[in-house]
């Protein structure tokens, strides 16, 4: 049996859009980068934990435990969800006429081993003056997203190209997901 350790609605929804069945375990890890540990280490570091985390809870040693994390890289630095409006607002402005990196990693835990897998994605925004930024942050949409957007919603129109995976922005490679639950018999070929 699949499962999905994740509380993320997009997660859920992206793993039915491929037909995948799955029931959802609920972790809470601690999304805390360690000083000096990189961007790409962090992400594939979280998602593993989280992964494992819900390995452990299930106390079922034919359980395959799905686990995912998605942050925003900017110049080095990582942009998780933001705090408040303050904290949404001032990313927003980092992020204006400039191109950022979305990385999503995946991990997959089982009794025969653990593999992984990792989406990196460019994104370009126009220039966001103060009115876009508190008129998109007045949606809501910036809660709970790394880096206080959503390319599936409103958020859209602030992404002005995108070089990458649509659904690995979102929080879920859907490719990616695919190949690593086929290459480990999860899913079937087709
Ligand atoms: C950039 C971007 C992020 N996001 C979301 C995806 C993730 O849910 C979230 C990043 O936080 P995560 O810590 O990756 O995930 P989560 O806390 O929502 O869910 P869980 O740990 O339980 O699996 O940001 C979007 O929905 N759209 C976007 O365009």
Known sequence: MLYLASQSPRRRQLLEQIGV???VVDVNVPEQRALAEAPREYVSRVAREKALAGYA???????????????????????????????????????????????STIWLVGRKGEWSDTSLSRVRMPE?????????????EPFGKAGAYAIQGHGAKLVEHLDGSHSGVMGLPVFETARLLRAHGVIRHG
């Open 21 to 23: 069945e799955f029931q």
């Open 128 to 140: 966001l003056d103060d009115a876009v930024i508190a008129a998109y942050i007045a949606t809501g």
């Open 57 to 103: 809870a299930l106390n079922d040693p034919q359980a395959v435990v799905l686990g995912a994390d998605t942050e925003v890289v900017l110049d080095d630095e990582v942009f998780g969800k933001p705090a408040d409006a303050a904290d949404a607002a001032a990313m927003l402005r980092r992020l204006s006429a400039r191109v950022h990196e979305v990385i």
